[in-house]
Every structure is written in C-alpha cells, then in structure tokens.
C-alpha cells in the first residue's frame, strides 16, 4: 500500500493567549482529497490545522493536529520518503515577533512586527524528506499563471495546483474550488470551476498516474 502525507485546513499564529492571526480556510478541499487518496489505495498521513468539516473515519486515515506552521513543519520531517506529499494546507505566512504571555490590553493602536514562518512545503520538497512526488497549491489573484509556475519551481514541486477566485466563486469557506492544475513539464489540466469531491478527484487521477489527461497551452 502506498503511503501519502497531506497537509489541510488553515493555521494559527498567536498574538496573545486569545488574538491570532489565521485564514479561511476551511479543510473542504483536503478532505476531498483525502477521500479521493482513498479510492487509490493510499495510507494517508493527514496533518491538519484548524478544520470546519468532518474527518473521514478509516483505518487506512491517521490525522495529527498542528496549530502553527512551526508544528505542522515538525510532524512533517517524521515522515521520510512517502510516496506523495500533498501541501494543501494555507499555511501562515508570517508570525508575529515577539509573542505575548499575556492578554494586550486595547490602547490606542497596537502595531506588530511580522517575521517570515517556516515554509513547510519548500522545507518538504527540496530536503531528505522529500516525498517522491510532491503536489503543491498557489492562491493567487493576480498575474495567476505566471505566480504559479513562478511557485512550481522555486518550491520544487512536481505539480502546483492553481486555485484563483471568480465574481461568483471565491473559494475558501464555500463548496467549490477553480483552477488549473500545472506539471514540472509546462502541461496543465484546467480544471475550472467545480465542486471542491470533483475538483479532488479529478487532480487525484493526474497525480496518481504521473500524467495530465489533457493537455493545455499555459
């Protein structure tokens, strides 16, 4: 049975002991992807973050929380050389500096200095760790070819699957996904604007074979 390590939902960054700095994510679609994984025979490792969906319950499923981008890094590197890493978790980009034990009591304005977090998904492809295929994803807005093969290949990744919002679909906290997902090759397979149980299956059929069905122009 081959062995796959999944990264889902959103993580947390603490200002104090109840403020936080976060996303939307909500772990929809890495519980669809862990649903499609299943269908593949795959163990799966799922290190989650903060999630608003239901966990599917197998055998062949071990779920492991991280709260920071520090821990879900830390639980990563126990896992050597699985057969995929997929990193769909929006994982915190900046953490606040200098932490505080205590509650900040409210003034006029607070300013926080950020520093740069762990990257986890570049810290997993380009170490000994490195899965033998590795799926990242790239939330843009703009420019979204261009960021995402930008991503592709200054992560290391063997696909980059590139989510970007619509007017009638924004993605996060909703039940469908958009987007494209793109190999090392320049192949791409646009998947479009779908339900997040099609979205997952569709791209899980791509990197499971090591093949993009259908070719696009990118």
Same mark, same amino acid.
């Given at each position: 049975?081959?062995?796959?390590?999944? @990264?889902?939902?959103? @993580?947390?960054?603490?200002?104090?002991?109840?403020?936080?700095?976060?996303?939307?994510?909500?772990?929809?679609?890495?519980?669809?992807?862990?649903?499609?994984?299943?269908?593949?025979? /795959?163990?799966?490792?799922?290190?989650?973050? /903060?999630?608003?969906?239901?966990?599917?319950?197998?055998?062949?499923?071990?779920?492991?929380? @991280?709260?920071?981008? +520090?821990?879900?890094?830390?639980?990563?590197?126990?896992?050597?050389?699985?057969?995929?890493?997929?990193?769909?978790?929006?994982?915190?980009?900046?953490?606040?500096?200098?932490?505080?034990?205590?509650?900040?009591?409210?003034?006029?304005?607070?300013?926080? +200095?950020?520093?740069?977090?762990?990257?986890?998904?570049?810290?997993?492809? @380009?170490?000994?760790?490195?899965?033998?295929?590795?799926?990242?994803?790239?939330?843009?807005?703009?420019?979204?070819?261009?960021?995402?093969?930008?991503?592709?290949?200054?992560?290391?990744?063997?696909?980059?699957?590139?989510?970007?919002?619509?007017?009638?679909?924004?993605?996060?906290?909703?039940?469908?996904?958009?987007?494209?997902?793109?190999?090392?090759?320049?192949?791409?397979?646009?998947?479009?604007?779908?339900?997040?149980?099609?979205?997952?299956?569709?791209?899980?059929?791509?990197?499971?074979?090591?093949?993009?069905?259908?070719?696009?122009?990118?």
């Amino acid at each position: 049975m081959k062995k796959a390590l999944i @990264t889902i939902g959103s @993580t947390r960054e603490y200002i104090d002991p109840v403020r936080y700095i976060s996303n939307e994510s909500s772990g929809r679609q890495g519980m669809a992807l862990i649903k499609s994984l299943l269908k593949y025979n /795959y163990k799966i490792i799922c290190l989650h973050g /903060y999630i608003q969906v239901k966990q599917i319950v197998s055998k062949n499923v071990k779920y492991i929380f @991280t709260s920071s981008a +520090k821990e879900m890094l830390k639980e990563a590197k126990k896992y050597k050389s699985v057969d995929l890493g997929i990193f769909n978790a929006a994982v915190g980009d900046y953490k606040v500096e200098k932490y505080s034990k205590v509650k900040i009591k409210k003034n006029n304005g607070l300013s926080l +200095k950020l520093i740069n977090n762990p990257d986890v998904l570049k810290s997993m492809s @380009t170490g000994k760790n490195k899965p033998k295929i590795t799926v990242g994803f790239a939330y843009e807005t703009d420019n979204v070819l261009q960021n995402a093969k930008k991503k592709l290949l200054s992560k290391n990744c063997d696909f980059i699957v590139l989510n970007y919002p619509t007017p009638k679909n924004k993605i996060f906290n909703t039940n469908y996904n958009n987007g494209i997902l793109i190999g090392r090759s320049g192949a791409s397979l646009k998947i479009g604007s779908v339900s997040k149980t099609i979205f997952a299956d569709k791209i899980a059929v791509s990197y499971t074979h090591l093949t993009l069905p259908t070719i696009y122009s990118v």
